[in-house]
């Protein structure tokens, strides 16, 4: 599950367009001060708050940094110290309806800058590698105390703070040098970031993920994790290379995972999803993508696929692979008027789910043939038995091999799941 996920009852359909506004603002180029001030009025904007403050970590003094205020210098505190200070060190939500009431509460900032704390609500900013990078911290709900259900809405503004101050900071570390090896390199940090670190571990299954941009940057990327709504597989393939489509698949990774931790399901957040890329991305970019949902209890698979295929369902029993064509045009394309149903299969003991890109298919050899469709089909009935790291890396080795020295033109990138054979242990 998401570290973001909740137990609250999913957002609204306006809240959860209020977030993805969010998410798709943060995806612009910031420098820090114009960000925080960007967060901190989302939070008070969405959570109906008098104030909100960003407090960064300074890793190498182990405090918090209050940087931007109407009425206070610069204000630091020892990582535990305070509410901030307790969030910091738990990382963990603090909602506190009376701060007056509370041992944690540091009155001094009130006395300093005369105004009136009542109620705060106090949340953790952790990155996509796990790491801590500040607290927000939002003060006086307009109307009354900040609830339980305000919480799933701010972790979620948190989740969105997080990565963007990540970024930023990125970008701010690498302004020295050459800018346009800089922003490659930048974009290729920001890229990787978003990748899954470590497959899940689930019983029965055997999964590996590769990716293999053709430059610093690609237009590719993938997602497979364990969330409320299932094991959530992502496959996605912006049009182009560079910066600007890894930033497209970064910010399509972003909302995607945003929609499902508020509780979206499979066709609400392919819907609410394609439709902010269409709104944002320029007319002439899109992005291919497969996303689906895996029951591991049932192995039941229900997915939509954005432009993306072939989808390749290797079936053990028959020891030949069923091809699924894309569901839908590609996301960010338009807005989507009707959806098409999810398909829905089951993976049997055995059963191989093959997603790749258009960098394994298209890969031309020297004299312009293409490795094609066929000749993973054949690696998959060949190598069935073997596991999915190693067939990425068949199929890779194949590939190169087909090329005989021809340059990757193309990002690959292949997600492969696996169902356990029978009797396997």
């Given at each position: 599950m998401s570290p973001q996920a909740s137990s609250h009852q999913p957002l609204t359909q306006e809240e959860m367009q209020a977030l993805l506004a969010?998410?798709?603002?943060?995806?612009?180029p910031f420098d820090l001060p114009t960000m925080l001030q960007t967060v901190t009025a989302a939070a008070r904007q969405v959570l109906h708050a008098e104030r909100s403050s960003i407090w960064l970590l300074d890793r190498a003094s182990a405090e918090l940094v209050l940087e931007i205020s109407k009425?206070?210098?610069?204000?630091r505190l020892p990582v535990g110290a305070g509410l901030v200070g307790a969030c910091a060190r738990d990382r963990c939500v603090i909602n506190v309806p009376d701060c007056y009431a509370d041992p944690r509460f540091n009155a001094e900032i009130d006395r300093v800058?005369?105004?009136?704390?009542?109620?705060?609500?106090?949340?953790?900013?952790?990155?996509?590698a796990g790491q801590l990078v500040g607290v927000m911290q939002v003060l006086n709900r307009m109307d009354g105390v900040f609830e339980a259900e305000d919480e799933p809405l701010a972790e979620a503004l948190a989740a969105q703070c997080a990565m963007a101050l990540s970024r930023v900071r990125m970008t701010a570390a690498m302004l020295e040098g050459?800018?346009?090896?800089?922003e490659l390199e930048l974009a290729r940090a920001v890229q990787l970031s978003t990748l899954p670190a470590a497959m899940p571990q689930i019983a029965g299954?055997?999964?590996?993920?590769?990716?293999l941009p053709a430059s610093l940057t690609g237009g590719d990327t993938y997602d497979i994790a364990r969330i409320e709504q299932g094991l959530l597989l992502v496959l996605g393939d912006a049009t182009g290379h560079g910066i600007a489509p890894a930033l497209s698949v970064t910010q399509m990774h972003a909302m995607l995972r945003m929609a499902f931790s508020m509780g979206a399901?499979?066709?609400?957040?392919?819907?609410?999803?394609?439709d902010q890329l269409a709104a944002t991305l320029a007319d002439s970019r899109f992005v291919t993508a497969f996303i689906g949902l895996l029951d591991t209890d049932s192995h039941g698979l229900r997915f939509l696929s954005g432009g993306q295929g072939p989808i390749l369902h290797f079936q053990a029993a028959s020891k030949a692979c069923v091809s699924y064509k894309a569901t839908s045009f590609p996301m960010g394309a338009m807005p989507i008027v009707a959806l098409r149903p999810p398909v829905q299969i089951e993976l049997a003991p055995g059963d191989i789910l093959c997603l790749l890109t258009d960098g394994i298919y298209e890969y031309?050899?020297?004299?312009?043939?293409?490795?094609?469709?066929?000749?993973?089909?054949?690696?998959?009935?060949?190598?069935?038995d073997a596991s999915?790291?190693?067939?990425?890396?068949?199929?890779?080795?194949?590939?190169?091999?087909?090329?005989?020295?021809?340059?990757?033109?193309?990002?690959?990138t292949m997600l492969l799941l696996k169902r356990a054979p029978p009797h396997s242990h």
């Open positions: 969010v998410t798709r603002a943060l995806a612009a009425d206070l210098a610069q204000v800058s005369g105004f009136h704390t009542r109620c705060s609500l106090t949340l953790p900013l952790i990155d996509h050459e800018r346009m090896r800089q299954y055997d999964m590996h993920g590769t990716f399901d499979l066709e609400t957040a392919f819907r609410k999803v394609n031309e050899a020297a004299n312009g043939e293409q490795f094609g469709r066929l000749r993973v089909e054949q690696l998959l009935a060949q190598h069935c999915a790291e190693a067939l990425s890396a068949l199929i890779l080795a194949e590939v190169r091999a087909f090329a005989q020295g021809a340059e990757q033109e193309d990002d690959i």
